[in-house]
């Protein structure tokens, strides 16, 4: 069964700075990947997917993320933190995209001025 | 397309009492799912539909709760017998394709509170 660990409830990071945003996952084939982003008291919006091709993708907002196979990892990152960037932050999989999408448990990222 | 619907937006019962969320999808997407959000937590997969066919049921989806998705299209969410621990943010999803799920579109969400 496919699972995701997300690593650091909170990351907090200086405005301009890198962001970076962990997340490692189990998945017996092949997997769909994706980063979710929620605001508060509004639904999750897609920022970016990894389903096949190219491994470095990128997304909505300046947000890239890598897939590498042999560290089973997909981090999340962004050159230069902006204020508007304060939010939670899901990783998501899907097996082949067959399966159901399975959430980690998130990272709250703060923005410092 | 509006995206996806969810209706109530927000529900406060008594603990003991039936309540019923209903979700309406994209039009055309296929795949509808439900999950459970809490409080600092990321949303827990509860079940998911294949146009009008139940998949997949979570463990954590006690006899308490049902799901229904009449004619594939909109879907409904049912727990009987209330429980405080049922307070929480119900999510619904959808997304196209009758095989691979691409990326799943949420609603607003329905925020119960069991008094």
């Known amino acids: 069964a496919q699972s995701v660990t997300q690593l650091g409830s909170h990351v907090s990071v200086s405005e301009g700075a890198l962001v970076l945003l962990r997340c490692n996952y189990s998945?017996?084939?092949?997997?769909?990947l994706f980063w979710y982003v929620q605001y508060p008291n509004q639904g999750l919006q897609l920022l970016l997917k990894?389903?096949?091709?190219?491994?470095l993708v990128k997304g909505i907002n300046g947000f890239e993320a890598e897939f590498k196979k042999s560290e089973t990892s997909f981090h999340l990152t962004k050159p230069s933190a902006h204020m508007s960037d304060a939010a939670e932050y899901f990783c998501a999989v899907s097996d082949l995209g067959r399966d159901k999408i399975i959430f980690g448990k998130g990272t709250r990222l703060h923005i410092l001025p | 397309d509006t995206g996806v619907s969810q209706n109530p937006r927000h529900k406060i019962t008594k603990r003991g009492q039936n309540v019923t969320f209903r979700c309406d999808p994209i039009?055309?997407?296929?795949?509808l799912y439900w999950y459970r959000q809490t409080l600092g937590q990321g949303p827990e997969f509860l079940t998911y539909?294949?146009?009008?066919?139940?998949?997949?049921k979570s463990r954590l989806l006690s006899d308490r709760f049902s799901a229904e998705r009449p004619k594939g299209s909109f879907s409904t969410l049912e727990i009987q017998r209330t429980e405080q621990g049922d307070s929480a943010m119900y999510l619904c999803?959808?997304?196209?394709?009758?095989?691979?799920?691409?990326?799943?579109?949420f609603g607003q969400g329905t925020r119960l509170t069991v008094v």
């Open positions: 539909f294949q146009n009008e066919a139940q998949l997949e």
């Open positions: 998945s017996s084939v092949p997997p769909y």
């Open positions: 990894y389903t096949t091709g190219a491994t």
């Open positions: 039009s055309e997407h296929n795949r």
């Open positions: 999803a959808s997304s196209p394709g009758q095989g691979r799920a691409t990326e799943a579109f």
